[in-house]
């Protein structure tokens, strides 16, 4: 789930003035790549036996060393993040010592192993939020997309339990293929625990898919993807607001027909490698979780050289031309991650996402015909 999906309006502001200043005030560290779960989808897991060939995991002492250099750099938000964050050994000694630091904490969870006692740990030491992910509205899902049996009542009762113990969850919904029926269950579920709701009809090929064509993928196809992304906007926004923000969105797309710009390449528009990072299971600095370029050892070089050397890279990185004069630009979700995983290199075309953001459009467009 998007770490700054949910921050406030101060938040965002305070993360803009630390981007302009090369600040790094918000990350997060992939403590683990193993995970209790399989998902078809993921494109971050490694069994042991893989992981092992790559590397070890890092001890809480050595990431809490780099939490100290961190923190004197300017990090101020972390989310914590695997694999699954609850299978790393010293999780709980971790959180402690870095929000004793004053690190304000995010943890991404499946919730699958989120026990009572652990709600009530959470509750105790709180954290910013808690981000949980379904991957079902009931059990089938959840056998068959991530050969976990019993992944559903164990998620549900997990964010139930954080509830109860006062703390703030927001549920991401991943559609792929096996689970794309169960979107307004979704949206259902969220309401019955009052909690709000972060659904993402595009899904990043899988690292065991990413040779496929896409109909042999776990994730939908282009078309797919975007008749439930309308949906979804349909169920969060509600009639209403639905035509508001749909008239905003063509608006904005039709805006930009009748004042096109140049075709030339340009830096990445989001913060990551600006004030945004990701340090890997091996310790290893990035821009973000999904691009593996610049890529520096913070255990080798320390946090402040390593920051430097991956923030001046990141200006280097260019996007296709045709992508950032494109009319559609705005309803577009490609970025230098997605074009390097899609098509090989951040500044190529990425056919995927051009088919589903002509789809949306065009189904947007549809929406209005309806409404007459």
Request: aromatic share 6%; charged share 25%; net charge neutral.
């Amino acid at each position: 789930m998007d770490q700054m999906a949910g921050v406030s309006t101060a938040e965002a502001a305070l993360f803009a003035r630390a981007a302009a200043g090369q600040i790094p005030i918000n990350g997060s560290l992939e403590l683990t790549p193993l995970c209790n779960m399989n998902c078809d989808m993921c494109y971050v897991r490694l069994d042991r036996e893989h992981m092992e060939a790559q590397g070890r995991l890092r001890k809480a002492e050595e990431w809490l060393e780099i939490a100290r250099q961190m923190k004197d750099a300017g990090v101020l938000f972390l989310l914590l993040t695997g694999g699954e964050p609850l299978t790393y050994p010293d999780f709980r000694k971790l959180y402690l010592a870095l929000r004793k630091m004053g690190m304000i904490l995010t943890v991404n969870t499946n919730g699958t192993l989120l026990t009572e006692e652990l709600a009530e740990f959470f509750g105790k030491y709180k954290p910013r939020r808690i981000n949980i992910t379904l991957y079902g509205a009931d059990d089938t899902a959840y056998r068959r997309l991530c050969h976990y049996p019993g992944g559903f009542e164990r998620t549900i009762s997990a964010v139930r339990a954080l509830r109860r113990h006062g703390v703030d969850v927001r549920l991401g919904a991943s559609m792929t293929k096996m689970n794309s029926a169960d979107l307004s269950a979704f949206f259902k579920i969220a309401r019955e625990l009052g909690v709000p709701l972060n659904v993402d009809t595009y899904m990043l090929p899988a690292v065991r898919e990413r040779e496929k064509a896409f109909c042999g993928e776990t994730r939908l196809s282009p078309k797919e993807a975007a008749a439930l992304r309308v949906m979804a906007m349909r169920e969060e926004e509600g009639p209403e607001n639905f035509e508001i923000v749909r008239s905003r969105i063509l608006a904005e797309v039709d805006r930009a027909r009748a004042n096109p710009v140049p075709a030339k390449p340009r830096p990445m528009g989001c913060l990551a490698g600006k004030c945004s990072f990701t340090i890997n299971w091996q310790g290893n600095i990035r821009p973000c979780v999904i691009l593996s370029t610049p890529s520096v050892s913070v255990f080798e070089h320390g946090f402040e050289k390593a920051w430097r050397s991956m923030s001046e890279s990141i200006g280097r990185v260019l996007l296709n031309g045709t992508c950032t004069a494109c009319p559609l630009r705005s309803l577009c979700h490609t970025c230098a991650a997605s074009a390097e995983l899609e098509a090989g290199a951040a500044d190529q075309i990425p056919e995927y996402m051009c088919q589903y953001t002509h789809e949306t459009e065009r189904l947007l467009r549809e929406e209005g015909k309806h409404d007459r």
